[in-house]
Antibody, heavy 124, light 107 residues
Framework: EVQLVESGGGLVQPGGSLRLSCAASGFTVSRYYMNWVRQAPGKGLEWVSVIHSGGSTYYADSVKGRFTISRDNSKNTLCLQMNSLRAEDTAVYYC??????????????????WGQGTTVTVSS | DIQMTQSPSSVSASVGDRVTITCRASQGINTWLAWYQQKPGKAPKLLIYGASTLQGGVPSRFSGSGSGTDFTLTISSLQPEDFATYYCQQANSFPYTFGQGTKLEIK
């Protein structure tokens, strides 16, 4: 079964750090575009970051310079290192995969597999 | 960044009704648009990608159309399980951006 399971969320003080993990099963993370998407309480979806199958990364301006996306291929896991956390980073964080369509791995097809989400709360 | 504007922000409808949600991009995105359904406390679910291609397992009462800057999601005959929030997302370029969401409520 294709599945993503996030972990690592919790309560952290402003300025603190947290590392989120997303364990994949049923597929190989390194083959796909893998994303982090977040949702603040009562708000809409906000894309955070992506890592390309080739290793390139992109970030939303709101997190650039503070968050780092990475993969651990040996554990088939996606990670998000979050530093200098702010109250506005409080959200449910989802990892999500862009599908392969007709054998083509690209970033244009939306996100078909999502984790259940992990909650990050930044508060003193 | 490409801005995505959805309308309406909320809509009330009855079971069996036909509902259309629109999404407008601030610049052309070809057909690189996805639609999602999200229920409270759950992760989003991909409904449509490429503006009009139904994701596997999604009922055929859902359909999408459009290209360039203007897109629509149509639910032909609402079922009780369709009451949720719907988001569009442009997949043309990074940063990905989402519409603000349309909450579909029971009348």
């Amino acid at each position: 079964e294709v599945q993503l399971v996030e972990s690592g969320g919790g309560l952290v003080q402003p300025g603190g750090s947290l590392r989120l993990s997303c364990a994949a099963s049923g597929f190989t993370v390194s083959r796909y575009y893998m994303n982090w998407v977040r949702q603040a309480p009562g708000k809409g979806l906000e894309w955070v970051s992506v890592i390309h199958s080739g290793g390139s990364t992109y970030y939303a301006d709101s997190v650039k310079g503070r968050f780092t996306i990475s993969r651990d291929n040996s554990k088939n896991t996606l990670c998000l290192q979050m530093n200098s956390l702010r109250a506005e980073d409080t959200a449910v964080y989802y990892c999500a995969r862009v599908p392969e369509i007709h054998g083509v791995v690209t970033y244009n097809y939306g996100m078909d597999v999502w984790g259940q989400g992990t909650t990050v709360t930044v508060s003193s | 960044d490409i801005q995505m504007t959805q309308s309406p922000s909320s809509v009330s409808a009855s079971v069996g009704d036909r509902v259309t949600i629109t999404c407008r991009a601030s610049q052309g995105i070809n057909t690189w648009l996805a639609w999602y359904q999200q229920k409270p406390g759950k992760a989003p679910k991909l409904l449509i990608y490429g503006a009009s291609t139904l994701q596997g397992g999604v009922p055929s009462r859902f359909s999408g159309s459009g290209s360039g800057t203007d897109f629509t999601l149509t639910i032909s005959s609402l079922q009780p399980e369709d009451f949720a929030t719907y988001y569009c997302q442009q997949a043309n370029s990074f940063p990905y951006t989402f519409g603000q969401g349309t909450k579909l409520e029971i009348k």
